[in-house]
């Protein structure tokens, strides 16, 4: 079974940082793409970030361009774990963040940025920035 588990959320102030992680199993983690995506209350669920599957020497990374400088995806394939630092975090951050799985295909900023593309998902983490 493919599993994408999510920590690292909470409760913290305007300013404070937190480190998400996305723990995979069941798929081979080191073909996927990894992504992060977040859902405030009320709103659609947006792109965030996501990482390629391989090394590459393009472009490995893209960033919603309200988190760009203040989030940083990264990967450790010998975890099967991807993870997400968020510095200096807004109020607007506020959401559940959800990690996603795609196998395959080209790494373009529009076709990552579709939900649709993504072959699983994890149960979300709450983040929620006071100010």
């Known amino acids: 079974q493919v599993q994408l588990v999510e920590s690292g959320g909470g409760l913290v102030q305007a300013g404070d940082s937190l480190r998400l992680s996305c723990a995979v199993s069941?798929?081979?983690?080191?073909?996927?793409?990894m992504a992060w995506f977040r859902q405030a209350p009320g709103k659609e669920r947006e792109f965030v970030s996501v990482?390629?599957?391989?090394?590459?020497?393009?472009?490995?990374?893209y960033y919603a361009d309200s988190v760009k400088g203040r989030f940083t995806i990264s990967r450790d394939n010998t975890k099967n774990t991807v993870y997400l630092q968020m510095n200096s975090l807004k109020p607007e951050d506020t959401a559940v963040y959800y990690c996603?799985?795609?196998?395959?295909?080209?790494?373009?900023?529009?076709?990552?940025?579709?939900?649709?593309?993504?072959?699983?998902w994890g149960q979300g983490t709450q983040v929620t920035v006071s100010s």
């Open positions: 996603a799985a795609d196998r395959g295909g080209p790494f373009l900023r529009g076709r990552m940025e579709r939900m649709s593309e993504y072959d699983y």
């Open positions: 069941g798929l081979t983690f080191s073909s996927y793409a």
């Open positions: 990482v390629a599957a391989f090394s590459r020497s393009g472009i490995n990374t």
